[in-house]
């Protein structure tokens, strides 16, 4: 298998975030319809979005448990992902009984129920939510992260703008008591079994 570093999971997790919320928008498309013809059609696409999505989420939560118990981290950086991991099961457990619902419906030929519609819409807001505390693992405590790039060299050790401060923000962020960049052969472990 072709390796992508760190992992799989952010391959995975972009298709689970763009499925659901494009299934949510189309389902919301298709109850304000005007037309039955094009109420019928923006409800293949919900559908065929929302399951695509579901069969996807199953992976990207594999992907991410994978994530979770291999990537180098430190004590900060574990409790972000451990924020993020548990966001990420309760969001992935209502999308697949969103799901669920929705090919049962189908099944039935039923038409979307308002409570459907709002487990739908809470699926893509907590989508939204477990997308943004991975990116926090991510771009702020640096998990998955190999390594940064130096500001060295001619034309380099600059700033590329000003917070307002006399500084950049690039500066800014390096300084964090936050900043992270471990490398995977630099990992602790801890009596919770995994390494950190």
Known sequence: MIEIIPNWHPFFVHFTVALVS???AFHLLARLASTEPLREHWQIVANWTLWSGALITVITVIAGWY?????????????????HR?????TAALVLLAAAWSW?????????SAILLAVLLTSGAL??????HG??????????VMSLPEAEGEGHAHSHGDDGHGGSSHDTLMDSP????VSPSSEEHHDDGHSH
């Open 67 to 83: 994530a979770y118990n291999t990537v180098a981290h430190d004590e900060p950086s574990h409790q972000a992902m451990t924020v």
């Open 127 to 132: 989508v939204g939510i477990t997308g943004w």
């Open 135 to 144: 990116a926090e693992a991510v771009y702020r405590y640096g998990l998955g």
């Open 178 to 181: 936050h900043q992270n960049a």
């Open 104 to 112: 049962w419906i189908h099944r039935k030929k039923h038409s979307v």
């Open 22 to 24: 494009i299934s949510v």
């Open 86 to 90: 548990n966001w990420a099961l309760a």
